[in-house]
């Protein structure tokens, strides 16, 4: 079973910038689709994909996004990050990783962790 386990939230002003982690056990990388989610209030508070990356290292970003935030591998530390620069108000909101299973629709979910951008 997959968990995941995310850190790195904080308070930041805008312009500033934060690195999300995301601690992965229970599979290593190479068999996962990693990505980043967040809420999005124009959405109904659905959660929408801020940043992808498969187990090839091919990446993808929600349009808000791109050209702001990077997401990573680390395999060594089994671990994903998600560098965030430029950080605007509207970034604002709880970040959650997500693992899905190669070759399945089996999909994990982290507890989240809380990005506020103001100031």
């Known amino acids: 079973q997959v968990q995941l386990v995310e850190s790195g939230g904080g308070l930041v002003q805008p312009g500033g910038s934060l690195r999300l982690s995301c601690a992965v056990s229970?599979?290593?990388?190479?068999?996962?689709?990693m990505s980043w989610h967040r809420h999005n209030p124009t959405t109904w508070n659905q959660r929408e994909m801020v940043a992808l990356v498969t187990d090839m290292g091919t990446t993808n970003y929600g349009d808000a996004v791109r050209g702001r935030f990077t997401i990573s591998r680390d395999s060594a530390r089994n671990t994903v990050y998600l560098q965030m620069n430029d950080l605007k108000p509207e970034d604002t909101s709880m970040y959650y990783c997500n693992a899905r299973t190669l070759g399945t629709t089996a999909d994990s979910w982290g507890q989240g962790t809380q990005v506020t951008v103001s100031g």
């Open positions: 229970g599979s290593p990388l190479s068999g996962l689709i």
